[in-house]
T-cell receptor, first 112, second 118 residues
Framework: KQEVTQIPAALSVPEGENLVLNCSFTDSAIYNLQWFRQDPGKGLTSLLLIQSSQREQTSGRLNASLDKSSGRSTLYIAASQPGDSATYLCAVRGAGSYQLTFGKGTKLSVIP | GAVVSQHPSRVICKSGTSVKIECRSLDFQATTMFWYRQFPKQSLMLMATSNEGSKATYEQGVEKDKFLINHASLTLSTLTVTSAHPEDSSFYIC??????????????FGSGTRLTVV
């Protein structure tokens, strides 16, 4: 059974800092990995999707990497802003499956 | 981009009543929709997977008779919480898979429904 772990559970940084969020998964047989953002009391907004054959994806100040063999992904946020404050969720879709397995998330606070 | 509309966003109901939550794909056809439940400070837990025109597949531990799921069309799935009790209070979120093959784009999620049973 796939298990997804996100470290740290919470992170507080001053505005302008670059930061890295970590996601690890136990079963490397994945179809893709997706990073989401969730604001309090809201749904999920997709940030980046990495297919199993890809190593990284970039969108603006966000860069996500994938090392399938080691079961790890990172989300890099450059020049953090207070508006980046949210919970970031990592979700893995298993090979041959339509289901996503989520980590518990990292709650990010960017201090002005 | 793909949009999933979920309603209502908040609902308060009395214990023993039923509540229906709707999940609609606005600009694509969704062969598969997923229903999740999220407890405070916890991640999303998959409750069931629904395929258009067939019975939903429930995850272990989820009561089929309490959480009724209907996916009668390619753009609409509903979750009905029957005879709701305070322990059913939670945040419910749906997501949809594009039948047109957005396996390259991942899944789209609704905005969630906060259910409070009093």
């Amino acid at each position: 059974k796939q298990e997804v772990t996100q470290i740290p559970a919470a992170l507080s940084v001053p505005e302008g800092e670059n930061l890295v969020l970590n996601c690890s998964f136990t079963d490397s047989a994945i179809y893709n990995l997706q990073w989401f953002r969730q604001d309090p009391g809201k749904g999920l907004t997709s940030l980046l999707l990495i297919q199993s054959s890809q190593r990284e994806q970039t969108s603006g100040r966000l860069n996500a990497s994938l090392d399938k063999s080691s079961g790890r992904s990172t989300l890099y946020i450059a020049a953090s802003q207070p508006g980046d404050s949210a919970t970031y969720l990592c979700a893995v879709r298993g090979a041959g499956s339509y289901q996503l397995t989520f980590g518990k998330g990292t709650k990010l606070s960017v201090i002005p | 981009g793909a949009v999933v509309s979920q309603h209502p966003s908040r609902v308060i109901c009395k214990s023993g009543t039923s509540v229906k939550i709707e999940c609609r794909s606005l600009d694509f056809q969704a062969t598969t929709m997923f229903w999740y439940r999220q407890f405070p400070k916890q991640s999303l837990m998959l409750m069931a997977t629904s395929n258009e025109g067939s019975k939903a597949t429930y995850e272990q531990g989820v009561e089929k008779d309490k959480f009724l799921i209907n996916h009668a069309s390619l753009t609409l799935s509903t979750l009905t919480v029957t005879s709701a009790h305070p322990e059913d209070s939670s945040f419910y979120i749906c997501s949809a898979r594009d039948a047109g093959g957005t396996d390259n784009y991942g899944y789209t999620f609704g905005s969630g429904t906060r259910l409070t049973v009093v």
